[in-house]
């Protein structure tokens, strides 16, 4: 990767602020004297004319802090309770220290279905765009108060990466309480080496993430989420950084140089429509499909049913399908022009035939190319 620092030269900057950073799990609050040198950081770089949006976690463990809930394993109730409340807490705490700056906040709350849904997707894109033409930082978080397990992101740091893909941005910087990739889990694995940089995030790369979570236990990321988060910037043509932020000021370390690891943005990004099926996270089923099918769509062919040997899942027409090779492998992600019981009954055959067996059609693709994304 360029030597040159990529955060130097950001102009659309999106920061994921981790619970375990923002919350004092011992005394059960805020951790006002870093929240307060994280501002003046967020001060500095927004006077030099850098757009900023801030995806920050903390709502549920402020708000079991606030309703004396600490340490108790909690029913989906309590923690939508502990979201509604402890929501309260950090946007205030984000207003009340950015407004000394003369910075103007916004609060939104997002569920998956926000990024998920074309409609939805645009809409969201419109109002933070318009938010950020006006000076203001948008502080963005998942809904949990209403969000239950089948509808939710469960981390921020792939929502943090949905939302750079979103606007454009060009840096996301992922604020953990650890400081970068590493070969293992450098908790207990001594010749564990960190990785200052990934030029591609190969197999052997995403298998780092692992299923372990790397982190403290307050959150709910873990070093697996961290790389789908690079996956979905990165083909955005978004460089992402993963750096410890326990200390105060983590951007003016960042910006001096500090250790972390710099995943590289792809040089020739999808289009916008291409970049939100690549990222999506919420594929309703999936199709395998034969070899030729495989190379048909690796030369720019779309999906056609004679291709499909079996189909799992409950997707409707317009819904994104994955699209696996004979060892169950990915190649590609697509929005399917059939609903799966329709797929089902016309998989293996002629295209001229779907209308002789369904009693229409919806046209000849089960997934056209310009609603298909190879995955590499």
């Not at 000394?100 to 939104?108: K, M, R």
Request: hydrophobic share 40%; proline share 2%; glycine share 10%.
């Amino acid at each position: 990767m360029e030597s040159l620092n990529p955060f130097t030269r950001a102009n659309l900057l999106v920061i994921k602020i981790g619970s375990a950073l923002l919350f004092d799990s011992v005394s059960g609050s805020l951790r006002s004297e870093w929240l307060n040198a994280l501002c003046d950081d967020i001060n500095k770089f927004h006077k030099q004319g850098i757009k900023i949006v801030l995806v920050s976690s903390g709502a549920i463990a402020l708000g079991r802090g606030r309703l004396g809930l600490l340490g108790e394993k909690l029913s989906l109730p309590k923690k939508q309770a502990c979201a509604a409340t402890g929501q309260v807490l950090l946007t205030q705490a984000y207003e009340t220290q950015l407004a000394q700056h003369d910075i103007q906040t916004a609060q939104i709350l997002l569920t998956l279905q926000d990024t998920e849904n074309r409609r939805r997707w645009l809409n969201a894109r419109a109002t933070l765009s318009a938010l950020l033409d006006l000076g203001v930082i948008p502080i963005i978080n998942e809904n949990d108060t209403v969000a239950t397990d089948e509808i939710r992101y469960g981390d921020n740091d792939r929502l943090a990466a949905r939302t750079a893909q979103m606007i454009g941005a060009d840096t996301l910087i992922l604020l953990s309480d650890i400081d970068g990739l590493y070969t293992g889990d450098p908790r207990h694995e001594a010749d564990a080496r960190h990785l200052k940089s990934i030029e591609d995030l190969t197999p052997d790369i995403i298998a780092m993430g692992g299923k372990a979570n790397f982190e403290s236990g307050v959150g709910s990321g873990g070093m697996a989420t961290k790389l789908a988060a690079a996956q979905i910037s990165t083909q955005a043509g978004c460089y992402m950084c993963i750096m410890d932020g326990q200390k105060n000021s983590p951007l003016s370390r960042l910006s001096g140089g500090e250790r972390c690891t710099w995943f590289k943005a792809s040089q020739n990004p999808k289009d916008a429509r291409r970049q939100w099926i690549s990222g999506h996270l919420d594929a309703k089923g999936s199709l395998v499909i034969d070899e030729g099918a495989v190379t048909a769509l690796c030369n720019g062919k779309s999906l056609l049913a004679a291709g499909v040997v079996s189909v799992t899942g409950a997707f409707a027409k317009g819904d994104t399908v994955k699209i696996l090779d004979s060892e169950n492998q990915e190649i590609a992600q697509g929005i399917a022009s059939y609903s799966a019981e329709e797929t089902q009954k016309i998989i293996g055959t002629k295209s001229s035939q779907i209308t002789e067996i369904l009693g229409y059609d919806y046209g000849a693709a089960l997934i056209h190319r310009d609603n298909l994304v190879m995955s590499q």
